[in-house]
């Protein structure tokens, strides 16, 4: 998962998986120097050719993670 940390869809998506499993993701902070005007996405990031956050890279395939209303807890 390659992401943003100011990215709201990003969080949002680490805490469907919750704290432990989220720990287990290959995640990819895309920022982590933080972003200000003139920022660059780290390498990784840029290579990947991301057009937004969060990216899923499954299998070697981009892939989106699609929240079912059904799933979602009421």
């Given at each position: ?16 998986f ?55 807890p009421?």
């Amino acid at each position: 998962m390659y992401g943003a940390f100011w990215c709201s869809h990003c969080q949002e998506q680490k805490q469907i998986f919750g704290k432990e499993a989220a720990e287990l993701l290959n995640y990819v902070e895309c920022f982590p120097d933080g972003f200000r005007k003139g920022s660059k996405m780290i390498k990784a990031c840029a290579d990947a050719k991301l057009e937004g956050f969060p990216t899923w890279v499954i299998n070697g395939q981009v892939s989106e993670f699609k929240i079912e209303e059904s799933n979602q807890p009421s």
